[in-house]
């Protein structure tokens, strides 16, 4: 509903209350005057109805606004918000869904190596965050879930990079907060690079022909729905090794 509507509805209620109010004390001075008349009658019905009609367009008034034009001007904030959001993800983004991954090797802080190309054939989830980052810190304990839950997939590799992190920064994060998840340094955006310009968390998931199949920026628990689905999908259709 747009803003113009929802005026001019509240211009009629507003139009049949002054209506109504006006019936009711027309309704209630007559019927006073002619009380021992036969048209006493008359003017009681209409003050019963003007009484009724004051409340139950009052009640239309505050259905329409709650039910009906909040939900819809929620919606259209939420549009105007959600394309913003689509707008910079692109302004910021070096790779889009639909493209090759860019290949890339790095080493773990446990001293073991991934390569994206050894990974080919199975199903992968990068995640970039930054200790200092607030929506990474509220996204990495969903993500050590999702690590916990399909960790012994060995279709599944999942790997969270610390973007201008060292070693040991990273280490020391993943002890203090319990993550026993994959993890590696990006100290000078080297891989970083190849994916986004810029703005954290990021979150891809690589086909096993090494598509990106989802790509988000940011902390929205939406997404996180998305990604576990789209996770579920992808290793489901994998035979089992």
């Not at 004051?54 to 819809?72: D, K, R």
């Not at 200092?132 to 916990?148: A, D, K």
């Not at 891809?204 to 022909?209: A, G, K, Q, R, Y």
Request: charged share 20%.
């Amino acid at each position: 509903m747009s803003g113009e509507t929802y005026n001019f509805i509240l211009m009629v209620i507003f139009i049949g209350v002054m209506i109504a109010i006006g019936v009711l004390v027309f309704s209630l001075g007559f019927m006073i005057l002619r009380w021992n008349t036969a048209k006493r009658r008359g003017h009681v019905i209409r003050l019963l109805i003007s009484m009724a009609a004051v409340p139950c367009l009052l009640g239309t008034q505050q259905a329409v606004q709650w039910w009906i034009f909040m939900p819809s001007l929620a919606k259209q904030q939420m549009k105007v918000i959600n394309e913003a959001r689509a707008e910079r993800f692109a302004e910021t983004s070096v790779v889009q869904v639909g493209d090759t991954a860019p290949e890339f090797s790095m080493m773990l802080t446990n001293g073991e190596e991934f390569s994206l190309s050894t990974a080919r054939g199975d199903v992968v989830l990068i995640n970039f965050y930054s200790n200092w980052c607030g929506p990474c810190r509220r996204e990495l304990p969903h993500m050590q879930q999702i690590w916990e839950a399909r960790k012994n997939n060995p279709r599944f590799h999942m790997l969270v990079i610390g973007r201008e992190e060292t070693t040991k920064t990273v280490q020391d994060f993943c002890e203090e907060y319990g993550f026993t998840f994959p993890a590696a340094a990006d100290p000078d955006r080297g891989v970083y690079s190849l994916f986004a310009k810029e703005s954290i968390p990021r979150t891809l998931v690589i086909s096993p022909e090494g598509i990106i199949l989802f790509y988000t920026a940011g902390f929205y628990e939406a997404d996180l729905q998305r990604l576990e689905v789209m996770l579920d999908q992808q290793l489901a259709n994998l035979p089992a090794l």
